[in-house]
């Protein structure tokens, strides 16, 4: 099984983005394509940094087919065009092999969407669904070069725990509240409604394109 990791490399000394509301939305079965389209765009890096090796198009393929939209959680960020450009994968771990509910978080940005705080900002939606879920802690596979990314977790209070080229990271999240409820509630209603402004908007650029090439066969 392919675990989830981490992969958003950036240059040492980039100042972290300033906070603005990203629209977060939780996929589902029928986004498996765009899902595939966005894993398959990784470069070869990447691909290692994401799955811990150089995955082949049919490992990622099966990976992408494996996953379980019931017991996991996938979260996405679109562009305008509608374009998966960053996910995350919240994989609920099994609690025979945890001493309190953990799962194991994993994302992915596209070369071109980053710099712009999508790995925080989807390392805190994860976490806040991963809370209204009984989830006690969050557990984060990564390189121990990816320094990038082990701050983003150092600085969520993450215990790390390194093992020569490898590190392992474990997040104490808080319990859940009404607060959260709420906060989640709210983010997932904008999120959705910015995704149904998007295809609206796709729509009609699709339609005034397909009217401009009929006029000019004309």
Do not use: C
Request: no cysteine.
């Amino acid at each position: 099984r392919i675990r989830p990791r981490l992969v958003m490399p950036s240059a040492p000394g980039t100042p972290k983005p300033v906070f603005r509301w990203i629209p977060i939305r939780t996929l589902a079965p029928r986004h498996r394509p765009r899902i595939l389209a966005h894993l398959l765009a990784l470069g070869e890096r990447d691909r290692y940094l994401r799955f811990g090796h150089a995955a082949s198009d049919a490992q990622v393929a099966r990976y992408v087919e494996q996953l379980d939209f019931e017991r996991d959680e996938v979260f996405g960020i679109f562009n305008r065009r509608l374009v998966l450009v960053a996910m995350a994968h919240l994989a609920h771990m099994d609690p025979a092999t945890t001493a309190r509910p953990a799962a194991e978080f994993g994302v992915s940005v596209a070369e071109g969407s980053r710099g712009r705080g999508y790995g925080d900002r989807l390392f805190d939606h994860a976490a806040l669904h991963a809370r209204n879920r009984g989830i006690d802690s969050l557990l984060v596979h990564a390189l121990s070069e990816n320094t990038a990314m082990l701050r983003i977790v150092r600085n969520a209070g993450a215990r790390i725990e390194r093992d020569g080229p490898e590190s392992q990271a474990w997040v104490k999240l808080a319990p859940e509240n009404l607060a959260s409820y709420v906060e989640a509630l709210v983010e997932d209603a904008a999120a959705d409604l910015d995704y149904r402004l998007k295809r609206q908007a796709h729509r009609v650029d699709e339609l005034l394109s397909g009217l401009h090439k009929a006029a000019s066969k004309l």
